[in-house]
């Protein structure tokens, strides 16, 4: 009988390129899309008050990882450009944002960082028994089980779309640098949302953090 042989052991050298660790993305552009199928007339008129009913059109349930992968390796932090080989660029700002997503030019800048006061005020109020920053899975059971379109719907909706969608981490955590956007919520319409999204972009791809960012805007 003829032995297999044992496979060679080749170390790596200095230079070749390590295959790059793959980090579970907890975007989930598929939740949000699977609440607009419960929400009520009234939830539904209060998103088109804030002026984000764009993503109430949500369809996609998967984006292809490998694809996306490639596609952020193609950026260029110097330019704000996607730089495809022999097919051009394609660039990263407001009016790329807008043509994909339609969200709210606005003209003041959406506040994204820890407020304590404003987090000690709201948390209690929207998260009784779930601390400030609930896990993703019960904020979506919350709006699920929501009939209402007031202010306290808006504010954790909003909450539950920056951390799902608009600007995702790998934590299972609703994130608590929303608080200050929550804080202002008659305000959201007149925010500059597609700056957001688009710096958000260039920060995570900048610092290589491919599964943290808006994939829907890709």
């Not at 949000?32 to 929400?39: M, P």
Request: hydrophobic share 35%; with cysteine; proline share 6%.
């Amino acid at each position: 009988m003829v032995k297999k042989r044992k496979a060679a052991n080749v170390s790596r050298g200095h230079d070749e390129p390590q295959p790059r660790k793959r980090v579970r993305n907890r975007a989930s552009q598929f939740a949000l899309g699977k609440l607009h199928t419960s929400y009520s007339p009234d939830q539904k008129e209060a998103v088109v008050q804030m002026e984000l009913d764009s993503l109430l059109d949500i369809k996609c349930s998967f984006l292809h990882s490998h694809l996306i992968d490639w596609f952020c390796g193609l950026y260029d932090k110097h330019s704000r450009e996607f730089v495809i080989p022999g097919r051009g660029r394609i660039s990263l700002n407001v009016p790329s944002i807008y043509r994909t997503l339609g969200l709210p030019l606005g003209t003041q800048p959406v506040v994204y960082a820890v407020d304590s006061k404003i987090e000690e005020s709201l948390g209690p109020q929207l998260f009784p028994t779930l601390g400030s920053t609930p896990k993703r899975t019960k904020v979506f059971q919350i709006l699920d089980e929501m009939k209402t379109g007031d202010d306290a719907f808006k504010q954790i909706w909003v909450m539950f779309v920056v951390s799902t969608v608009l600007s995702p981490t790998t934590s299972n955590h609703v994130s608590n640098m929303c608080y200050p956007v929550m804080g202002q919520i008659d305000n959201v319409k007149n925010l500059q949302w597609c700056k957001f999204v688009a710096d958000q972009i260039h920060s995570k791809l900048s610092n290589g953090k491919f599964r943290q960012l808006c994939l829907l805007a890709l």
